[in-house]
Nanobody
């Protein structure tokens, strides 16, 4: 069983930066996909970024939604305990609840890693509010 806990959300001024953390506990996987999604009021859950790895930390692949490319960066520590989402040049439209998700499978197609249904484990979410 895997537990995911997000932290780092808060209120930030437009143009500022914020780093979200997703701490994983319990079972870890040699191969996995971990992703970030967000959901704004009245809108459906949106894929933001994902990291996929196989063979422990020997290889990894990164994916980003077009809306955040060049502004957001997903990363992980070498122990695979924590995954981060570094957000820069934040805009008011980035305001949402951000969720961390994980699955024990390595995904390499957008139809998989960008779909919420592909992930077995989810955190509780952390609120990000970007003020103008």
């Amino acid at each position: 069983q895997v537990q995911l806990v997000e932290s780092g959300g808060g209120v930030v001024q437009a143009g500022g930066s914020l780093r979200l953390s997703c701490a994983a506990s319990g079972r870890t996987f040699n191969s996995a996909t971990m992703g970030w999604f967000r959901q704004a009021p009245g809108k459906e859950r949106e894929f933001i970024a994902a990291i996929t790895w196989t063979g422990g930390i020997r290889s990894s692949t990164y994916y980003y939604a077009d809306s955040v490319k060049g502004r957001f960066t997903i990363s992980r520590d070498n122990s695979k305990i924590t995954v981060y989402l570094q957000m820069s040049s934040l805009k008011p439209e980035d305001t949402a609840i951000y969720y961390c998700a994980a699955d024990s499978r390595a995904y390499y197609s957008s139809g998989d890693y960008s779909a919420s249904r592909a992930y077995a484990y989810w955190g509780q979410g952390t609120q990000v509010t970007v003020s103008s």
